[in-house]
């Protein structure tokens, strides 16, 4: 990728507005559109198409419109349009007062085909859908010509009026338009525009019983809006000469305000590995049951990864490294992972919390003794000063960082083996006490080093291994859920092994511990708040905390599998 003069990487798509600001095209305006269906809540793919569509307005001086796709009545939901206007704003975009529907056009759009008609560029058909399909050929064969291809004008003029006038049942007759049932590209073979559908609409209620279809729709929502640059996904490639055919042939300049003339660009979608991303699937896993809900942390929604703790700066930071392409792939999502490591680890305030705890007693620190010591609160960022963390004679370490038994390389604690508790002292474990019946280690006795806490004689002294702890009395109960990937396959559309997508699920995609001990002056954290717990990773407070209970989600561990992917292939250079 090269860089221009500025920081902007230049992606196709800027190099096309560019040419097109360098020749005056649409007066030198840049104007687009986000337009989501509001049939779902937004996934991270739609991320990638926000960012890039309010991105190069923004980088070009020009504005973005989000307008709601909702031409389908049957699917669409007043829920999903709020959770879609959150989303945008959370991710850092202002649509200001350019809120559109394409509902609002379609008294507009109506005329439009009117006007279709009368220039004998559009027809009604009685076909069946059955026979529209049958009569269309293959890319092989060329279709045949509906037999009321040659209706007259005026009686398709009548015709369309008396279906919107709900004096046809649905799918009795559609209107298309007049195109080329010979050509090579299926949707210009006379593509339906509109069809007669009984649906409550969400905006618009009962008052139409037909509706426009997409590829009609939408070119003449972007004229309307006098969009300069309407980018969209590969799979519309296809349907760019029906695109540019609205355009040529509806007169939409007649329209007071409207200006200029649209193109359709398309980039390549987002694909992530282990994750699926169609909006039909996500809902499905919320309607049965298979996540809690669309915000459920392990999904890759807006919702659920902000819930998950993820930061819009981490989100947009993403988008702009995987870049807009013209040919399909799919993203590591420890990219993802990897863009939030980043973001975190320079403004996350860093805290212990014992996720599995061991109750560790240091037989010669002074009972009901309590010292408050100095702890960084993040290495990274100068400014962000140190707290006092208690210290006392019992305190909780990780289970993991015991082993009886351990193996060469393990470096922390073991029988009469030391090592430092973090920003405090170093012990030493003199004795193991098991649960008589289980044998389940259940304490550790030890003793401590006076003089090797920061500025005593012995505070320079090596030990192999550094622990995070809490101090037993001080500590504050908490419930922290880990995340693993939604999928156990890398590609679970992928269906070439016979199994649905949803036979793919991990199920150790979450796990709950519930008698997790947390530094006390995580007390008073606030849903939302995030911090990086000393080598267990970053966490966020979730929705469900309160004052009598706190609940973190880990948004990802510290171990960037991308990063170290990176460094091994500059190695193998
Ligand atoms: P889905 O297939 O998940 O239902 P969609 O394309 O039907 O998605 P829309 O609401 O129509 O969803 O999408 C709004 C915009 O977001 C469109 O311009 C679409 O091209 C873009 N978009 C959707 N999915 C992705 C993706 N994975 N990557 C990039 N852009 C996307
Ligand atoms: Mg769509």
């Given at each position: ?12 798509v800027?190099?096309i ?24 809540y ?33 699917k ?34 109506y ?12 027809y ?29 004008i005026?009686?398709n ?10 004096e046809?049942?649905?799918?009795s ?16 073979r ?6 007669i ?8 209620g ?20 006098s ?17 540019d ?22 980039f ?17 896993l ?21 819930r ?17 392409a013209?040919?399909?792939?799919v ?8 863009c ?49 963390i ?70 320079g ?25 939604l ?45 990086q ?41």
């Amino acid at each position: 990728m090269t860089t221009s003069n500025s920081e902007l990487p230049v992606n196709f798509v800027q190099s096309i507005i560019t040419e097109d600001l360098k020749t005056g095209k649409n007066n030198s305006r840049v104007h687009t559109r986000f337009p989501p269906e509001p049939n779902g809540y937004l996934h991270i793919g739609h991320a990638k198409s926000i960012c890039l569509n309010f991105g190069l307005a923004r980088a070009n001086g020009g504005i973005t419109n989000l307008r709601f796709d909702d031409t389908n009545p049957s699917k669409e939901e007043v829920e999903y349009v709020d959770s879609i206007k959150a989303d945008v704003h959370w991710l850092g975009f202002d649509w200001d007062d350019r809120m559109y529907y394409a509902s609002d056009y379609f008294e507009q759009l109506y005329q439009f085909a009117v006007q279709l008609i009368k220039a004998g560029k559009a027809y009604i058909c009685d076909l069946s859908a059955e026979e529209i399909r049958a009569y269309r050929g293959t890319l092989t064969e060329a279709g045949k010509e509906s037999p009321y291809r040659s209706r007259p004008i005026e009686e398709n003029l009548d015709l369309f009026e008396r279906m919107r006038a709900g004096e046809f049942p649905d799918g009795s007759r559609v209107l298309r338009a007049k195109i080329d049932m010979a050509s090579p590209n299926l949707n210009m073979r006379d593509p339906v525009i509109y069809r007669i559908l009984r649906a409550t609409h969400h905006r618009t209620g009962d008052k139409w019983c037909i509706y426009p279809m997409y590829d009609y729709a939408h070119p003449l929502s972007d004229a309307l809006e006098s969009i300069t640059h309407s980018v969209c996904t590969l799979e519309f490639a296809d349907h760019r000469p029906l695109y540019d055919w609205v355009l040529d042939n509806v007169d939409y300049h007649i329209v007071e305000g409207v200006e200029g003339r649209p193109r359709q660009i398309e980039f390549a979608r987002l694909n992530l590995n282990y994750t699926v991303m169609s909006k039909r699937k996500l809902r499905e896993l919320v309607e049965g049951g298979y996540v809690n809900g669309w915000d459920d942390p392990r999904m890759p929604t807006i919702s659920g990864l902000r819930r998950r703790g993820y930061t819009p700066e981490a989100i947009r930071d993403f988008c702009e490294r995987i870049g807009v392409a013209k040919r399909d792939s799919v993203v590591d999502i420890g990219l993802l992972e990897h863009c939030v490591r980043e973001d975190l680890n320079r403004r996350a305030l860093r805290a212990m919390a014992v996720l599995r705890p061991l109750k560790v007693v240091i037989d010669n620190y002074p009972e009901g003794q309590v010292e408050w010591l100095d702890a960084e609160n993040n290495p990274e960022d100068p400014i962000a000063g140190t707290r006092k963390i208690p210290f006392s004679r019992e305190i909780y370490i990780e289970q993991e960082d015991f082993m009886e038994d351990p193996p060469r390389k393990f470096y922390r604690l073991a029988p009469d083996r030391e090592v430092r508790l973090k920003s405090a002292y170093i012990i030493k474990c003199e004795k193991v006490i098991k649960d008589e019946k289980t044998g389940d280690i259940i304490e550790l006795h030890c003793t401590y080093d006076p003089d090797s806490k920061s500025g005593g004689a012995t505070a320079g002294r090596k030990v192999k291994g550094t622990s995070h702890w809490v101090s037993a009395p001080h500590a504050v109960p908490a419930e922290i859920r880990l995340y693993d990937n939604l999928f156990s396959s890398e590609n679970p559309d992928d269906d070439e092994d016979g199994l649905d997508y949803k036979a793919k699920l991990n199920p150790d995609s979450r796990e709950v511990l519930t008698s997790s001990m947390v530094e006390p002056g995580l007390a008073e954290a606030k849903p939302g708040d995030r911090f990086q717990f000393l080598r267990q990773g970053y966490f966020c407070v979730d929705l469900d905390s309160s004052t009598e209970k706190l609940v973190f989600n880990r948004i990802v561990s510290l171990r960037d599998t991308w990063a170290k992917l990176q460094k091994s292939k500059v190695k193998q250079k």
